[in-house]
């Protein structure tokens, strides 16, 4: 099992900045990746980033592109999500996950999911 927890969500202005982290505790060794997925109101589970365990190889999103970058920390088991020039469309509840496939995958390619933390972006 694999438990993830994520924390840095809040409210901020359009073109602002906020850091996501996620903490991973459990078996953590046997997932190859972490991903980061968001989900709006009315709108289905997508696909932000993920970076894969060995060589942190990073794939991220084309909305998200050059905006965001996922980084992690293997020695502290965690993940973080740098979100800069936010925009209102980047508004929804983020979730961290973690899985064996590296790529961009759909969700349910994902073994373990966190609770998720709200951003807010206001214009």
């Known amino acids: 099992q694999v438990q993830l927890v994520e924390s840095g969500g809040g409210l901020v202005q359009a073109g602002g900045s906020l850091r996501l982290s996620c903490a991973a505790s459990g078996r953590t060794f046997s997932m190859n990746v972490m991903g980061w997925f968001r989900q709006a109101p009315g709108k289905e589970r997508e696909f932000v980033a993920t970076?894969?365990?060995?060589?942190?190889?990073?794939y991220y999103a084309d909305s998200v592109k050059g905006r965001f970058t996922i980084s992690r920390d293997n020695a502290e088991n965690t993940v973080y999500l740098q979100m800069n020039t936010l925009k209102p469309e980047d508004t929804a509840v983020y979730y961290c996950a973690a899985g064996q496939k590296v790529g961009i995958m759909p969700s349910g390619a994902y073994d373990y999911w966190g609770q998720g933390t709200q951003v807010t972006v206001s214009s």
């Open positions: 970076i894969s365990r060995v060589f942190g190889i990073a």
